[in-house]
């Protein structure tokens, strides 16, 4: 005999909410403050071995050695930042004034801001790799559109090739950004072929051909995403290309979201001025002399601070993206309050 009995979950009582999240934060906190110390008592050793920055807090160093963080925030600092505010600007003008034209717009605002940074012959490596998906995606067949398209991800692991790139730029961050954008660029060409292939586009190869290139350079997603599927972004920008994403509380959310990205990357900034988390994660000796209570902070500090990194990263292209009318994935979710780390995105 079936039962359609489902047992109810009780809330439990607030005194024993309380006492959990006092223990919660209190060994939070705790296991910070022990890690924060250690990291003050071979704060000398550390500078020697992995040169501590002179930090933007008086009397702390800061830790440079997380690389993705290190390295988007000087990007930020030197370009990136100016040029997602400008397309962010010309996004509302064309909502406000030519909806229209925002697609068209913003395709060709992206794909000159990807050219400053990148340089034309960074740009053309791009142009190449979605002439050749398009091409391929054409005839439909999804096993060959995923070799092509693996093999064109391949290409930034061939020596020559790196050889040749390398020349292009003076510096190796600018090397490293075009390495970022062919990768993510290409999950995106593998969204565009898998949807051609699986419900072909009823719309002529030239408007196909369009929409891709504006799906590739979107600026917001174009460096390190998030990444959406093809189908998901033409079908929202058609949406607010009609004219319709005129609310009076975009500049309210704008201004808030933006306080809250600003927030969170000033405590990752505290995080990396306080606690030497990563530098020390990379010595042998610092990890087998680590007290336990120190180890268990290193533990939760490098976990937060991935955390937190990625509010930064995504948030305020999903931000962006949001004001265009897009739908961008969530954003991770607080790991200390999680049963399993896979619930975090």
């Given at each position: 005999?079936?039962?359609?009995?489902?047992?109810?979950?009780?809330?439990?009582?607030?005194?024993?909410?309380?006492?959990?999240?006092?223990?919660?934060?209190?060994?939070?906190?705790?296991?910070?403050?022990?890690?924060?110390?250690?990291?003050?008592?071979?704060?000398?050793?550390?500078?020697?071995?992995?040169?501590?920055?002179?930090?933007?807090l008086?009397?702390?160093?800061?830790?440079?050695?997380?690389?993705?963080?290190?390295?988007?925030?000087?990007?930020?600092?030197?370009?990136?930042?100016?040029?997602?505010?400008?397309?962010?600007?010309?996004?509302?003008?064309?909502?406000?004034?030519?909806?229209k034209?925002?697609?068209?717009?913003?395709?060709?605002?992206?794909?000159?801001?990807?050219?400053?940074?990148?340089?034309?012959?960074?740009?053309?490596?791009?142009?190449?790799?979605?002439?050749?998906?398009?091409?391929?995606?054409?005839?439909?067949k999804?096993?060959?559109?995923?070799?092509?398209?693996l093999?064109?991800?391949?290409?930034?692991y061939?020596?020559?090739?790196?050889?040749?790139?390398?020349?292009?730029?003076?510096?190796?961050?600018?090397?490293?950004?075009?390495?970022?954008?062919?990768?993510?660029?290409?999950?995106?060409?593998?969204?565009?072929?898998?949807?051609?292939?699986?419900?072909?586009?009823?719309?002529?190869?030239?408007?196909?051909?369009?929409?891709?290139?504006?799906y590739?350079?979107y600026?917001?997603?174009?460096?390190?995403?998030?990444?959406?599927?093809?189908?998901?972004?033409?079908?929202?920008?058609?949406r607010?290309?009609?004219?319709?994403?005129?609310?009076?509380?975009?500049?309210?959310?704008?201004?808030?979201r933006?306080?809250r990205?600003?927030?969170?990357?000033?405590?990752?900034?505290y995080?990396?001025?306080?606690?030497?988390?990563?530098?020390?994660?990379?010595?042998?000796?610092?990890?087998?002399?680590?007290?336990?209570?120190?180890?268990?902070?290193?533990?939760?500090?490098l976990?937060?601070?991935?955390?937190v990194?990625?509010?930064?990263?995504?948030?305020?292209?999903?931000?962006?993206?949001?004001?265009?009318?897009?739908?961008?994935?969530?954003?991770?979710r607080?790991?200390?309050?999680?049963?399993?780390?896979?619930?975090?995105?």
């Amino acid at each position: 005999m079936s039962s359609d009995f489902k047992p109810q979950l009780s809330p439990l009582p607030w005194p024993e909410v309380f006492v959990y999240w006092v223990l919660s934060l209190g060994s939070h906190l705790y296991s910070f403050y022990q890690l924060h110390k250690f990291s003050k008592e071979h704060e000398a050793g550390l500078q020697r071995e992995f040169q501590l920055e002179n930090g933007i807090l008086k009397g702390f160093k800061r830790d440079p050695s997380d690389f993705e963080w290190s390295f988007w925030t000087e990007w930020a600092k030197k370009s990136l930042l100016c040029t997602l505010v400008g397309h962010g600007i010309l996004s509302r003008l064309t909502t406000f004034f030519y909806p229209k034209l925002k697609v068209l717009a913003l395709t060709v605002y992206d794909f000159l801001a990807a050219s400053s940074v990148l340089g034309f012959k960074g740009v053309s490596v791009l142009l190449l790799h979605v002439s050749v998906a398009f091409s391929v995606a054409q005839l439909r067949k999804p096993s060959l559109a995923w070799v092509t398209n693996l093999l064109l991800l391949s290409t930034i692991y061939i020596q020559p090739l790196q050889k040749i790139q390398r020349g292009w730029y003076s510096t190796e961050e600018e090397y490293y950004l075009l390495l970022f954008s062919v990768a993510v660029c290409g999950l995106r060409f593998i969204s565009f072929s898998l949807e051609h292939c699986w419900s072909p586009l009823d719309r002529s190869r030239v408007v196909q051909l369009f929409w891709l290139f504006s799906y590739t350079f979107y600026h917001p997603f174009f460096y390190n995403g998030p990444i959406i599927t093809f189908k998901a972004y033409t079908e929202q920008m058609r949406r607010s290309a009609e004219g319709n994403n005129r609310e009076e509380s975009v500049l309210s959310y704008a201004l808030a979201r933006s306080g809250r990205v600003l927030l969170w990357w000033c405590l990752a900034e505290y995080m990396i001025h306080v606690m030497y988390m990563h530098s020390i994660q990379s010595n042998e000796t610092y990890m087998e002399i680590l007290p336990p209570w120190a180890l268990g902070g290193l533990a939760l500090a490098l976990v937060q601070f991935f955390y937190v990194k990625y509010l930064v990263l995504f948030g305020f292209p999903s931000m962006l993206a949001t004001l265009d009318g897009l739908v961008p994935p969530k954003l991770p979710r607080c790991v200390s309050i999680l049963y399993s780390f896979t619930g975090m995105w």
